[in-house]
C-alpha cells in the first residue's frame, strides 16, 4: 500500500528503542510516504543500544498543520519527550485536529501527559499501564489497538501488526 502525499511526523529523543523508531521509519519511507523527523532540538539522538538518529528539525519550527499523523517511538525516549512543552503541545493538537497518532511501547506516555486518553481504549508496554489508566483509559493487553485515530502497541515485537495498522488507516480512512 502506497502512501504518496503523505505527511508522517515521528519523535526522537534521547534513549529511543532503536527498532520502534527505524522499523516504523523505513516502512513509511516504503510506503512512498513523506517522513520527518522532529526532536526537541535538531540534534543528533543516541538510542537505548547507542545507536544514533538524527532529527530533521526541532518541534519549535512545526505545526501539526503540515502533517497527516504522528508515530511515537518507545524506550526511554517518550520520558524526555514529554518534559518538552512544545512536544506535548504538538500531540494535543494532531489530536484535535483528527489526524492519525500511532504510540508503541512507553510512546502513550505522551499521550497521557497531552491529556487525550479519557474515554479511550490503549495498550502499551505493561510498566506503564498504571499511568495511563490514571490518564482515564482503558488498558487491554493486545498487540495492537485501534481506537478511532490512536493506535497504540505494546513493543518491538508488535511492530509488524503497529505498521500495517498504521498503513491500513492512512490509506483506507
Given at each position: 500500500m502506497l502512501m504518496e502525499n503523505k505527511r508522517i511526523a515521528i519523535f526522537i529523543a534521547e534513549m529511543y528503542e532503536e527498532i520502534e523508531y527505524w522499523y516504523p521509519y523505513l516502512r513509511m519511507k516504503e510506503a512512498m510516504a513523506d517522513v520527518t523527523t522532529i526532536g526537541a532540538t535538531v540534534d543528533s539522538f543516541a538510542g537505548k543500544h547507542g545507536i544514533k538518529a538524527t532529527a530533521d528539525v526541532s518541534i519549535d519550527h512545526v505545526k501539526p498543520d503540515q502533517f497527516d499523523a504522528l508515530i511515537i517511538p518507545g524506550g526511554y525516549a517518550p520520558d524526555y519527550m514529554r518534559r518538552e512543552p512544545a512536544?506535548?503541545?504538538?500531540?494535543?493538537?494532531?489530536?484535535?485536529?483528527?489526524?492519525?497518532?500511532?504510540?508503541i511501547c512507553h510512546g502513550p506516555w505522551l499521550l497521557a501527559s497531552a491529556n487525550i486518553l479519557k474515554n479511550r481504549t490503549v495498550t502499551s508496554f505493561y510498566s506503564i499501564k498504571d499511568d495511563l489508566v490514571n490518564a482515564?483509559?482503558?488498558?487491554?493487553?493486545?498487540?495492537?489497538?485501534?481506537d478511532g485515530q490512536l493506535i497504540t502497541s505494546r513493543n518491538p515485537e508488535d511492530l509488524p501488526i503497529f505498521c500495517k495498522s498504521f498503513i491500513e488507516k492512512m490509506v483506507k480512512g
Open positions: 512536544m506535548v503541545d504538538f500531540v494535543r493538537r494532531i489530536h484535535e485536529q483528527g489526524k492519525v497518532i500511532a504510540a482515564g483509559a482503558y488498558w487491554i493487553d493486545q498487540n495492537v489497538v485501534i
